[in-house]
């Protein structure tokens, strides 16, 4: 199996996400990080820890960054990921704790220690990262492959005109590992908006699984509900971090274009993602996607 550390701000499809990464016998999931984003760090490690003791996964968690690099975050988008970042799922506070230590150190630590063969998933804001280059540049050159969820290239920001949320959370984050030489897929807004999943795929879970399902799908209805009010019409909630995560199981769920990426720090368009047409590529981007394959197989793993 393929090791990787997922790094998440749980988040409704942070969660969903981290169930289908266990749940896929080609994942070995050496450990999950977490950041602020969607919550406050401390309710998305306390989430994280959650949603893998109804799994049933050991996966270690280590807490990461609790603020940008240089801006102040104190507002969170409660209304898209329910006001504890679990939608509408009832939930008791976790048995397990995170390790100790802090989620840069333990990515410098296991990309060292496996040079060359690991895989970093980042479906939150890229401070952990950012951070983890910035006490050790090097370890740029000893990643398999970065996957980020993060950024709209042609298709618009879901914050602002230009900016997705992921980016727009911390900008000089962004900017510094697009700078960093790491091999980057970049799997934003242009794809991740054309997979949804619908009310309908969700009823299931509850009769299929018991408590598990429901805790799922109160999850994720929640989710569907600010989908639903937010995009009329558009039958379902994005998938955006399970879709990371499929790009790893399943590089042909998708097709990439590789080109040069610069985010915008300042200004009107804060946080775009934008493509230079002149300069070497330093990101393949995901520009098409086979939505309803990856539907299948994300709904084949994970409740
Ligand atoms: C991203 O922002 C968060 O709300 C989601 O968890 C996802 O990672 C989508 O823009
Ligand atoms: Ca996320």
Redesign the pocket.
Known sequence: ARPIILDV?T????ALAIAYAVRSPELDVLGITTTF??ITVEEATRNTLIVLEKLGSEAPVVAGAAQPLTRTKSEY?RH??GEQGLGGAKWDEPKRRALPGDAADFIIEQVRAREGRLTLVF??PLTNLALALRKDPGIAGLVEQVVI??GAVRAPG?VSPYA???IYSDPEAADLVFRSGLPITLVG?DV?MKTLLPYSRVEAWREKSGEVGRFFADMAEFYIDFYEQGYPGIGGC?L??PLAVGVVIDPSFVNVERVRLVVDTEGETLARTAERPDGEPNAGVCFGVDAERFLEHFLSRVI
């Open positions: 701000d988040g409704v499809d942070d984003g969607n988008p898209i990921h479906v939150g969820m993060g879901n997705e949320a992921n807004l991740t994005a955006h971090d």
